[in-house]
């Protein structure tokens, strides 16, 4: 597949993105085996999948934290280089991986502003209280007008979310992967 151009883009629709993300972050907690040892650092991830490429109003550059977009540029174009790129990340960066609505990964990680993001909104936002800070502000970008979803992953925990209009889904470690053993 070609990288897209701004002639000839292919756009996900926002479940499928979100889906491709999702397994891919799944993939990754549970092919982790050291939950419960103490001391021990899972991965982490967060996704913030967007409507646009421009990112400068709600998200600031996070150091020299890049997506490894030699190993993978576009979401769905290899998806085991997908979930290689995104294991790189999650053990050795930080911050949000931003995707664009049409699969592509921008190489700047960036971290997410959350002072004036809800000011700007009159949508709710839930929150749980086994959230941190990665996880609260998912739940608060979730709302701005140019994200699409957000997708995270706990270091403490392997619990995935997924954040969307201020409201989540979330799956313990033990969840992940359900619909496939039972045949869903």
């Given at each position: 597949?070609a990288e897209p151009?701004s002639?000839d883009?292919q756009?996900?629709?926002?479940?499928?993105l979100?889906e491709l993300v999702?397994?891919?972050?799944?993939s990754?907690s549970?092919?982790?085996?050291?939950w419960e040892?103490?001391?021990?650092?899972?991965?982490?991830?967060?996704?913030v999948l967007?409507?646009?490429v421009?990112w400068?109003?709600y998200?600031?550059?996070?150091g020299?934290?890049?997506?490894?977009?030699e190993?993978?540029?576009i979401?769905?174009?290899?998806?085991?280089?997908?979930?290689?790129?995104?294991?790189?990340?999650a053990f050795e960066c930080?911050?949000?991986v931003v995707?664009?609505?049409?699969?592509t990964?921008?190489e700047?990680?960036?971290?997410?502003k959350?002072?004036?993001?809800?000011?700007?909104?009159?949508?709710?936002?839930?929150?749980?209280d086994?959230?941190?800070?990665?996880h609260t502000?998912?739940?608060?970008?979730s709302v701005?007008?140019?994200?699409?979803a957000?997708v995270t992953?706990?270091e403490?925990?392997g619990?995935?979310s997924i954040?969307?209009d201020g409201?989540?889904?979330t799956?313990?470690r033990?969840?992940?992967g359900?619909?496939?053993r039972?045949g869903a």
């Amino acid at each position: 597949m070609a990288e897209p151009n701004s002639m000839d883009v292919q756009y996900s629709t926002v479940p499928r993105l979100t889906e491709l993300v999702t397994y891919a972050v799944e993939s990754i907690s549970l092919d982790f085996e050291h939950w419960e040892e103490e001391f021990v650092r899972g991965p982490s991830l967060y996704f913030v999948l967007v409507a646009g490429v421009r990112w400068g109003g709600y998200a600031d550059p996070l150091g020299k934290y890049r997506w490894p977009v030699e190993t993978c540029r576009i979401v769905e174009e290899d998806l085991d280089a997908f979930v290689e790129a995104a294991r790189t990340v999650a053990f050795e960066c930080d911050g949000a991986v931003v995707v664009s609505a049409d699969r592509t990964i921008q190489e700047r990680m960036v971290r997410i502003k959350s002072q004036g993001v809800l000011d700007r909104t009159d949508r709710d936002v839930e929150y749980a209280d086994w959230m941190g800070t990665k996880h609260t502000s998912a739940a608060e970008i979730s709302v701005h007008e140019n994200v699409l979803a957000a997708v995270t992953l706990s270091e403490e925990t392997g619990r995935l979310s997924i954040f969307a209009d201020g409201g989540f889904d979330t799956y313990r470690r033990d969840e992940l992967g359900r619909r496939w053993r039972e045949g869903a």
